[in-house]
């Protein structure tokens, strides 16, 4: 497989940052117009789970720049779950296809609508709000520079519409620190809603 420089960088990281298992897999035929691969990692972070990562993402850019460079800001995406089943890697090209064909912005603080929803119709999680990588990797999702961009990557974190409705209200901060306060699982992709 040929990769361009941005997904060489991207796999790069991944390769040093997730523990485990790891092998990719695509969920759309081959002639599909847009390139999106996802990469599982099992027994990462830990033992028992499972982190996924789109692979492809980032050969388009998130529509933002930098505010200190003027770069491009590229993303891949990733989440993570109780192992056992691939369901965060089918939530993520769920995302990543969706963000491919209506190119949308997305960056920290993106809420991607129903895509929860449609994987878990009776869960309180309804939709994916995209933030900082949790600590749980240490500082390893870092920025990295490739010349004409900066590539990142964001967490896509499972919530529910009481809780996007709260951010919309009250912002990214206040929000973020409610599942601090709550201490809510972020590998639980059916959580309870906090509100």
């Known amino acids: 497989m040929d990769l361009n420089k941005y ?4 796999i790069n990281v991944l390769k040093e940052t997730l523990k485990g298992v790891k092998k990719a897999f695509s969920y759309q035929r081959q002639d599909a117009e ?3 691969d996802i990469l599982y990692a099992k027994g990462s972070p830990a033992r028992n789970y499972l982190t996924a990562s789109t692979l492809g993402l980032v050969n388009r850019t998130t529509g933002y720049q930098d505010s200190n460079t003027g770069k491009d800001i590229r993303a891949e995406i990733i989440m993570s779950s109780y192992g056992g089943n691939d369901m965060a890697g089918k939530i993520l090209s769920t995302a990543g296809i969706g963000i491919y064909q209506t190119n949308i912005r997305y960056g920290y603080g993106t809420v991607l609508k129903g895509v929860m929803e449609l ?3 009776n869960s309180d999680m309804k939709h994916l709000f995209l933030m900082l990588p949790p600590p749980v990797w240490g500082k390893a999702f870092g920025v990295t520079d490739a010349d ?3 590539i990142t990557f964001l967490y896509a974190l ?3 519409q009481a809780e996007c409705d709260y951010m919309a209200q009250n ?3 206040a929000l973020q620190n409610c599942f601090v306060e709550k201490n809510i699982d972020m590998f ?3 959580r309870k809603s906090i509100f």
Do not use: C, N, T, V
């Open 171 to 173: 912002g990214i901060d």
């Open 158 to 160: 499972p919530i529910s």
């Open 7 to 10: 997904e060489e960088k991207m």
């Open 188 to 190: 639980d992709l059916e």
């Open 119 to 121: 994987y878990f119709p």
């Open 34 to 36: 847009h390139k999106l």
């Open 148 to 150: 004409d961009s900066i």
